[in-house]
């Protein structure tokens, strides 16, 4: 059985949710990822902004990146994974909430995250057609 922490790309790159979507858009261009953790100063994870939440939520609105920060795109409790969880735990999850980055968890703690590359890279083609299909239906 393949569990989380086998298929995740590990130590995930967080930004502050006091840090301005400037920033993130600069640290994910030069980290070449389309998403970033939002951590508070407690550490813990507490959203995720994506390229697309700064273009659609930010740019489109009119809104300025040099002010706008991390924390105010933060939209309910992030879904996450514990790094224990198997592989089928791991496609539900995305599935269920149809979304392609997922946080990987370990005592409380970001330990990780998994993105379609990353299920391409470690799991049967089969697996990850059903889930490209599944995330895509409409």
Same mark, same amino acid.
């Given at each position: 059985?393949?569990?989380?922490?086998?298929?995740?790309?590990?130590?995930?790159?967080?930004?502050?949710?006091?840090?301005?979507?400037?920033?993130?858009?600069?640290?994910?261009?030069?980290?070449?990822? /389309?998403?970033?953790?939002?951590? /508070?100063?407690?550490?813990?994870?507490? /959203?995720?902004?994506?390229?697309?939440?700064?273009?659609?939520?930010?740019?489109?609105?009119?809104?300025?990146?040099?002010?706008?920060?991390?924390?105010?795109?933060?939209?309910?409790?992030?879904?996450?994974?514990?790094?224990?969880?198997?592989?089928?735990?791991?496609?539900?999850?995305?599935?269920?909430?149809?979304?392609?980055?997922?946080?990987?968890?370990?005592?409380?703690?970001?330990?990780?995250?998994?993105?379609?590359?990353?299920?391409?890279?470690?799991?049967?083609?089969?697996?990850?057609?059903?889930?490209?299909?599944?995330?895509?239906?409409?």
């Amino acid at each position: 059985m393949t569990i989380a922490r086998e298929i995740m790309h590990a130590g995930a790159t967080c930004i502050e949710e006091n840090e301005t979507l400037e920033v993130a858009a600069r640290r994910m261009s030069e980290l070449d990822v /389309g998403a970033l953790p939002v951590c /508070g100063p407690d550490d813990r994870l507490h /959203g995720i902004v994506t390229d697309r939440d700064i273009v659609v939520k930010c740019l489109a609105k009119g809104k300025d990146p040099k002010s706008t920060t991390a924390g105010m795109l933060e939209q309910g409790k992030p879904i996450s994974i514990d790094a224990g969880a198997d592989t089928d735990d791991v496609l539900r999850a995305m599935e269920e909430h149809r979304i392609r980055r997922l946080p990987v968890i370990e005592n409380h703690r970001l330990v990780g995250m998994i993105s379609e590359a990353d299920l391409a890279r470690r799991l049967p083609e089969e697996q990850v057609g059903h889930f490209v299909e599944a995330i895509c239906a409409a």
